[in-house]
């Protein structure tokens, strides 16, 4: 086996899944900061490790049975590292845990017979939605045959995208996106004065969803263009609103590229701005103000930046209860249940486990009405379950995601990871329980 030239978080994690450690373990192993390694796992390839980790990883490995070598060639080679820390629900029936390994099925059948029934399962072809026409779109929004809208047309058309993606219905929205591009221009073109504002505070809009879908099928580098053309038709609306909404998609993009300092001072910039030009007082000011510091606060957990997370999710939690109510104002989802679900996110982040469990025991499911963020709930609930070898109810906590949002299980690649690191790790009944799964929802393995 040839050796890793330069270890990033996505390497180390799979070395550790390879070993059957937990975080703590792996962390103890290593003589690093049990931190540490959980910022390895939720932040893979965004993350290189220390010269001294870089030469412990080689040790490690070098040092590792042919067995556990073997599994972390696999895991590399089917472009997953294993699990990040994720969460359970209130009525997931969970233990806490205290990061012990976990003890998963204890079945007999080794390796090798994992490999060959993974190999010899018919499993569905599935892959996320091809984005090659939304691409062209973008990158070349005037065509001949665009469709001319009215401006009370088009904002429908928008709004019904924004719906279809809260919904988790990406491959409609790709369709819709595919046919909204193309007739920006002429929108603009035949509007003028207030009217030519609004369509502005539409395109910002339009952009949003083109940029939160691409984030969602894993194209990073488009969603930052789509995300500056969000920007840039904000800034031409001269709505502070808008411009502050725009602000979210970009520190969305700028995170997910990378860019987690830069996504902070961003998220805390266009709040402060907001604030000063609106003084919060619409209730649509203060949910785009609330969701964009929890952006930024998932930001600054990436940035291991615990104070400034914590600090942020406080403010967020003093605008969802000056708000009043759990809504969706300005497309935010805004409200004291998203803070929550935010809450368990930055602490996962932040490599807090045992405090992400019980905040998320904590959320009032009932309040959670879109479909995208409860999917993605469950979805940490997966990883969590997966990553302490608990795999039968990693499996029960994708399948229940897989009600909520199909789409956010076929179609997107981290989800599709999950499901083949429960593929890979999982032994004897629960493996061919996530085999059957996979086949059933149309995943590749």
Known sequence: MAPVTTWTGREANALRNALRMSVTAFAEHLGAARRTVAKWSSQGDNVLPRADMQAALDTVLARATPDARERFESLLATGTSGATVGTT?????????????????????????????????????????GVAPLLDALVSPRHPNAVTLSAQQFSCAVAAAKIDYQACRYERVLDQLVTLLPALEPARASAQGEQRRHVEVLAADLYHVVGSVLLKV??????LVAA??????????????????????????????????????????????????TRLTSADAVAVYGALVLRGAVAAARSDDRETAQAMLDE??????????????RWTGFGAANVLLH?????LTLGDAGTAIGIARTVPLEKVTLAERKASLYVDAARAYTQWGRYEHGLTALRTAYEVAPEEVRCRPAVQRIATNLALLAKGSARTAVVDFTREAGIRL
Do not use: C, F
């Not at 967020?316 to 104002?329: P, T």
């Open 343 to 347: 809450r368990v996110n930055v602490a």
């Open 218 to 223: 894993g194209d990073r580098g488009m969603a």
């Open 228 to 277: 500056e053309r969000s920007t840039r038709a904000a800034a031409a609306s001269e709505d502070p609103v808008a411009a502050a909404t725009s602000a979210r998609i970009m520190t969305h993009a700028l995170m997910t590229n990378g860019h987690d300092k830069q996504a902070v001072t961003l998220a805390g910039n266009a709040a402060d701005v907001l604030d000063q030009d």
């Open 89 to 129: 629900l209130p009525n997931a029936g969970m233990d806490t845990d205290t990061g012990d390994d976990g003890q998963g099925d204890s079945g007999s059948d080794g390796d090798v017979r994992r490999r060959d029934l993974l190999r010899g399962a018919t499993i569905g072809v599935a892959a996320a939605p």
């Open 316 to 329: 967020a939690s003093r605008a969802a209860a000056r708000l009043g109510y759990d809504g969706n104002d």
